[in-house]
């Protein structure tokens, strides 16, 4: 599968240098755009959030039909999504997360990106073969779950799993709605060490709240001419071999 909507701090183009799901059961305890199961496709995938935006657009996805998807109407490129018509609120929102490149929340309307972008037909943006896509894909997470919720709070119930845990970062998270001053890092330590079956822990390098390796410097593609050095920890001790560099 494809990215469903594009978002703030998506790991969909570094995905393939983490290692892969060792159980059936995939959790995303932060589960923005889900780049971790969208690419590997796990038998079971339980999705938390607190932003009500993310699970209101997975909610919607998750029971929406393809012919649903495929009638989302199309945006000129001065049109907003009140344009859309009576459409439900969740699909607007994943309208709105398509005309930006990579936001926090949903748009009303097309940015000068969104605008040069779907001039050029890219499915980087809403247009006909972004929808298409999606329509295509829908069926294949019908046996997805979300939570609404703190994952300290809304995972008790259950066991041994792959865990991708991606938080807002210590030092780069404060741009999402709930962001890196909402979170308890220490806690959140604690909960990763303690969870039965797999973990892997994302982070910025210089994050101590557990004890993270270089993983990748990367491009961001949400903002120009910036990169990221991510860092990453396992609770079965995996390290990579090399560090990468994602352009």
Same mark, same amino acid.
């Given at each position: 599968? *494809? +990215?469903?909507?594009?978002?703030?701090?998506?790991?969909?183009?570094?995905?393939?240098?983490?290692?892969?799901?060792? %159980?059936?059961?995939?959790?995303? +305890?932060?589960?923005?755009?889900?780049?971790?199961?969208?690419?590997?496709?796990?038998?079971?995938?339980?999705?938390?959030?607190?932003?009500?935006?993310?699970?209101?657009?997975?909610?919607?996805?998750?029971?929406?039909?393809?012919?649903?998807?495929?009638?989302?109407?199309?945006l000129g490129p001065e049109q907003s999504v009140d344009d859309l018509g009576p459409v439900c609120q969740e699909a607007r929102w994943l309208v709105g997360f398509w005309l930006n490149n990579g936001t926090t929340s949903p748009c009303k309307q %097309?940015?000068?990106?969104?605008?040069?972008?779907?001039? *050029?037909?890219?499915?980087?943006?809403?247009?006909?073969?972004?929808?298409?896509?999606?329509?295509?894909?829908?069926? *294949?997470?019908?046996?997805?779950?979300?939570?609404?919720?703190?994952?300290?709070?809304?995972?008790?119930?259950?066991?041994?799993?792959?865990?991708?845990?991606?938080?807002?970062?210590?030092?780069?998270?404060?741009?999402?709605?709930?962001?890196?001053?909402?979170?308890?890092?220490?806690?959140?330590?604690?909960?990763?060490? @303690?969870?039965?079956?797999?973990?892997?822990?994302?982070? %910025?390098?210089?994050?101590?709240?557990?004890?993270?390796?270089?993983?990748?410097? @990367?491009?961001?593609?949400?903002?120009?001419? @910036? @990169?990221?050095?991510?860092?990453?920890?396992?609770?079965?001790?995996?390290?990579?071999?090399?560090?990468?560099?994602?352009?």
């Amino acid at each position: 599968m *494809r +990215p469903f909507f594009r978002f703030y701090g998506s790991k969909w183009s570094s995905i393939p240098l983490y290692p892969r799901p060792k %159980h059936d059961l995939v959790v995303e +305890p932060f589960a923005g755009s889900a780049s971790y199961s969208v690419r590997h496709e796990p038998r079971r995938v339980i999705l938390v959030d607190r932003d009500p935006y993310i699970v209101g657009v997975w909610s919607y996805l998750i029971r929406a039909s393809a012919a649903e998807i495929l009638a989302l109407p199309l945006l000129g490129p001065e049109q907003s999504v009140d344009d859309l018509g009576p459409v439900c609120q969740e699909a607007r929102w994943l309208v709105g997360f398509w005309l930006n490149n990579g936001t926090t929340s949903p748009c009303k309307q %097309h940015s000068v990106w969104g605008k040069v972008n779907l001039e *050029r037909g890219c499915v980087s943006t809403w247009c006909g073969k972004t929808r298409v896509r999606i329509a295509a894909q829908v069926d *294949r997470i019908r046996h997805w779950e979300i939570r609404e919720g703190d994952c300290l709070d809304v995972l008790d119930d259950v066991g041994e799993a792959t865990y991708f845990v991606d938080p807002p970062y210590v030092e780069m998270g404060r741009h999402y709605r709930f962001g890196s001053k909402l979170i308890d890092y220490p806690a959140l330590g604690q909960w990763c060490l @303690t969870r039965p079956g797999y973990v892997i822990a994302c982070e %910025h390098s210089g994050a101590d709240w557990l004890p993270f390796s270089p993983l990748a410097r @990367t491009h961001s593609a949400s903002t120009c001419g @910036t @990169t990221s050095a991510e860092a990453v920890w396992c609770s079965d001790g995996w390290r990579p071999m090399r560090q990468e560099v994602l352009l």
